[in-house]
């Protein structure tokens, strides 16, 4: 299982739309609306790396997203929230 993050910026007023979007499609696990120069930061999660770069590319050919930015990929190990995602002190 991969996990992915990405950073997304819509057009103008399309908020709402691409947010209802972005929830229903199919390897979505979470999308956070944030304040600043991006509009969503999504969580992507799929079977392998194929997968999860057809799933970032998709939702970056959408009419709607400006600019999009990935900022992190990893495999889940099994673990959930915060300890997933930290390294090792």
């Known amino acids: 299982m991969v996990i ?38 999504v969580v992507l999660q799929a079977d392998g790396l194929s997968d999860l770069d057809e799933i970032m590319e998709d939702i970056k050919r959408s009419h709607d997203v400006i600019l999009s930015r990935t900022i992190l990929v990893g495999w889940d190990s099994g673990l959930r929230g915060r300890a997933a995602l930290e390294a090792p002190v």
């Open 4 to 41: 992915g993050v990405i950073m997304v910026k819509v057009v103008p007023g399309q908020e709402r739309s691409v947010y209802c979007a972005l929830k229903r499609r199919d390897g979505i696990m979470d999308v956070y609306h944030v304040f600043g120069e991006y509009d969503f930061f």
